[in-house]
Every structure is written in C-alpha cells, then in structure tokens.
C-alpha cells in the first residue's frame, strides 16, 4: 500500500540562530618593543602570550621586553582574571608611537598599551588623541620632574588636552620605572566585569615585584596629583598605589569604555541576531532598550553604577522619571516616542534616539574622622 508524505501536512524546517559579536574586552595588554625577536616569534607582525615562558624563548631573559612581562604575568589578579592576554608588537625602525598603534589595531585586539621604550612628547600627545578617542589606554611612566611642570611639562598638557585615554605614570628610579608601568597595567586592566563587586580603584593598590618609589616625597607627591600622574610611594611604610585624579580616575574611563563597548555590541547583536526584524514600533523600541538594560543592570551587579542622586544639569525625557529612576535603580532609559519621529528619518529605517543616564557608584580614597571625648 503506498503512503503519503507528512509533509502535505506537516512541514518543519529549521532556522539556524544569526551571527552576533563577542563580547568587548579591554582587559587585553599591547607591549609595543624596540627589541628584535627571535625567529620563533613568527611573522604575523604580533604574538599572544598566556605566560612568561614563551616570552623569554622569543626576546631573551636578560631583555627589556622579558623584564616587563614578567611583571605583567607577577601581579595578582592581572589580565588574565578578566579573560585577557598578552599581545607583544615589535616596532619597526624609527616608528612613532602614533603610526605603531594605527598599523597594531588592524592586526590584533588588544585595549592596554605598554612600550619599552619612551616617545616623544608630540608623539605622545599625536597618539593619545587617537586612543583616546578609540577607548583605549596607553600607561606611559616618566622620571623626570619636568614632565610635571604646568603647561609645559608632558604629564601637565595630558591633563590639559583631556587625553583621558593616557595615563601618566611616574616613578623616579629610571631603571625601574617600566617594571612600574607593566605592573600597573596589569593589575588595573585585571577586572572581570561579569562578576559580583568586581570592579576596582587602583588606589592604594599593592604592585608584585615593584618596590616603593624612593625618591617620593610630600612634594614631589603633590605635584603628581596636580599634574595628573599615579605613583607607588611608601605610605606609613606600605608601598601602595596612590592615584591622581586630575585626568579623572582611571577607573572612570575604564569603567565607562567598558561600557561603551558593552552597549554597542548589545544593540548590535539585537540586531543582528533576529531571524526576522525588529519593527519600527514601540514594542520594537523596547525589545532595544532591553538590550541596554541588561548592560545597565550588569554595570549594577559588578559595582560601577549604583542608585543615587542626579546632581547633573542635563535633563531628557521626563526629568521627572529620570531623576527617580536613578535615585532608585542607578540608570534611566530613553527613547522618543515612535509618533514624534521624523519622517525621513522613518524612511530610512533609522530608530529613536536612544538616551541613556548612569549614576557611577565612586569610589572612597580618604577619610577624615572626628573623635569627641566625654571624660
């Protein structure tokens, strides 16, 4: 007896799940080198590296290039804690920094920038307004007390340009200033943003493998904060981290560029993933902001943003709404209503604009205390 077909009655087909992007990592470090590798390191113009061995087989133990990466691999947590890794870039031959990191970003993702070597001041300045500007981070170290004199000095016109994405280091033992700055990069560029209370300050912080800058002073000490640099100094006879805010604190840039990156690849991937369309509707708005909440309550669970007052001038949406809802949950979520959209605007399949405020949850770096006495 012949038989039919299910499928006059039934048919199924399967719709495979869309590609979306990876996560954003800024935990990733970039060593730019001025040494020559051996040939083992390859021809790829980069190498990753997950500890100092492979390291050493490349450049030597008695290199520059060794000495601070191991201090990269020393500190606990480094990179590594927020799934980064080491990426090593040999210059090229009288290469500015500026050309180097514009060559390196096509070539390997990587978010922290360390060199052994020193730039010069315009290079410095050159190259910090593209990574600022690409939400990365380049830790240069200096020992010379000219490089804090205002207006002048590099450290000084840093702070004055807002280059937010470079941060000054200063250290006044020449020979062991990079072993500073490697240690310090990897232990800021060591947070794991998808856990609980994860995110840090580098103040007071303890560096692996770094002693207690010598020629720090109370002085010398206050010159850095105006300037804008962080430093490792004998604090009551503890070597610790002691951080300048004057290009803002570290950790509200790497904080916010992480993010940045985050909120990007959310609204991305919504797109992107959905094996049909998001509607130009509210609904379809919503499917959108969700994207963004999620980020927003992950910054909460991790500890960068927190409920508190909104203390800025700049209102949107119902400021009403805006200011109880960071006075409750930490962040507020925006986005005009689908009627009030432009037209061409509509046409061209462009969503509302999407307007987002966070509270930071800070950080605490000094106390003071008053104690009353009743004899």
Same mark, same amino acid.
């Given at each position: 007896?012949?038989?039919?077909?299910?499928?006059?009655?039934?048919?199924?087909?399967?719709?495979?799940?869309?590609?979306? @992007?990876?996560?954003?990592?800024?935990?990733?470090?970039?060593?730019?080198?001025?040494?020559?590798?051996?040939?083992?390191?390859?021809?790829?113009?980069?190498?990753?590296?997950?500890?100092?061995?492979?390291?050493?087989?490349?450049?030597?133990?008695?290199?520059?290039?060794?000495?601070?990466?191991?201090?990269?691999?020393?500190?606990?947590?480094?990179?590594?804690?927020?799934?980064?890794?080491?990426?090593?870039?040999?210059?090229?031959?009288?290469?500015?920094?500026?050309?180097?990191?514009?060559?390196?970003?096509?070539?390997?993702?990587?978010?922290?920038?360390?060199?052994?070597?020193?730039?010069?001041?315009?290079?410095?300045?050159?190259?910090?307004?593209?990574?600022?500007?690409?939400?990365? @981070?380049?830790?240069?170290?200096?020992?010379?007390?000219?490089?804090?004199?205002?207006?002048?000095?590099?450290?000084?016109?840093?702070?004055?340009?807002?280059?937010?994405?470079?941060?000054?280091?200063?250290?006044?033992?020449?020979?062991?200033?990079?072993?500073?700055?490697?240690?310090?990069?990897?232990?800021?560029?060591?947070?794991?943003?998808?856990?609980?209370?994860?995110?840090?300050?580098?103040?007071?912080?303890?560096?692996?493998?770094?002693?207690?800058?010598?020629?720090?002073?109370?002085?010398?000490?206050?010159?850095? =904060?105006?300037?804008?640099?962080?430093?490792?100094?004998?604090?009551?006879?503890?070597?610790?981290?002691?951080?300048?805010?004057?290009?803002?604190?570290?950790?509200?840039?790497?904080? @916010?560029?992480?993010?940045?990156? =985050?909120?990007?690849? *959310?609204?991305?991937?919504?797109?992107?993933?959905?094996?049909?369309?998001?509607?130009?509707?509210?609904?379809?708005?919503?499917?959108?902001?969700?994207?963004?909440?999620?980020?927003?309550?992950?910054?909460?669970?991790?500890?960068?943003?927190? *409920?508190?007052?909104?203390?800025?001038?700049?209102?949107?949406?119902?400021?009403?709404?805006?200011?109880?809802?960071?006075?409750?949950?930490?962040?507020?979520?925006?986005?005009?209503?689908?009627?009030?959209?432009?037209?061409?605007?509509?046409?061209?399949?462009?969503?509302?604009?999407?307007?987002?405020?966070?509270?930071?949850?800070?950080?605490?770096?000094?106390?003071?205390?008053?104690?009353?006495?009743?004899?």
């Amino acid at each position: 007896m012949a038989e039919l077909s299910i499928t006059n009655v039934v048919t199924v087909s399967v719709s495979a799940p869309q590609k979306g @992007l990876s996560a954003y990592n800024v935990n990733n470090i970039a060593l730019f080198t001025d040494e020559t590798p051996e040939g083992s390191f390859g021809a790829d113009g980069y190498k990753i590296y997950k500890g100092i061995s492979d390291v050493i087989t490349d450049f030597g133990s008695d290199s520059k290039t060794v000495a601070m990466a191991t201090n990269i691999f020393l500190q606990t947590p480094n990179m590594q804690n927020g799934n980064g890794y080491l990426v090593i870039i040999p210059l090229k031959q009288d290469e500015t920094l500026a050309v180097a990191y514009a060559r390196a970003k096509g070539l390997v993702d990587f978010c922290g920038i360390e060199a052994t070597k020193a730039f010069e001041d315009a290079d410095v300045l050159a190259a910090g307004a593209l990574i600022t500007a690409d939400r990365k @981070l380049y830790f240069p170290v200096y020992s010379e007390e000219t490089a804090l004199t205002a207006e002048t000095g590099i450290i000084a016109k840093v702070t004055a340009q807002k280059l937010t994405g470079v941060r000054c280091l200063f250290y006044t033992v020449a020979a062991d200033a990079n072993k500073y700055a490697a240690a310090y990069v990897s232990r800021a560029l060591s947070t794991n943003f998808s856990g609980s209370n994860t995110v840090q300050t580098m103040h007071l912080k303890d560096l692996a493998g770094v002693e207690a800058d010598k020629g720090m002073t109370e002085t010398l000490l206050q010159k850095c =904060q105006t300037a804008g640099a962080d430093v490792y100094a004998n604090i009551a006879g503890v070597a610790k981290v002691f951080c300048s805010g004057a290009n803002d604190f570290f950790d509200n840039v790497y904080n @916010l560029n992480w993010f940045v990156g =985050q909120v990007e690849v *959310a609204l991305f991937n919504r797109l992107a993933t959905v094996s049909t369309k998001i509607p130009q509707t509210e609904a379809g708005m919503s499917l959108l902001k969700e994207s963004v909440e999620l980020i927003c309550q992950k910054a909460i669970n991790n500890g960068f943003v927190a *409920a508190g007052k909104w203390n800025s001038a700049d209102l949107f949406g119902n400021p009403e709404d805006l200011r109880r809802c960071v006075l409750d949950y930490g962040y507020y979520i925006y986005s005009q209503p689908i009627v009030e959209q432009d037209q061409t605007e509509r046409e061209a399949r462009q969503a509302p604009l999407i307007q987002v405020a966070i509270k930071y949850a800070g950080a605490i770096h000094k106390v003071n205390a008053i104690l009353y006495i009743n004899k």
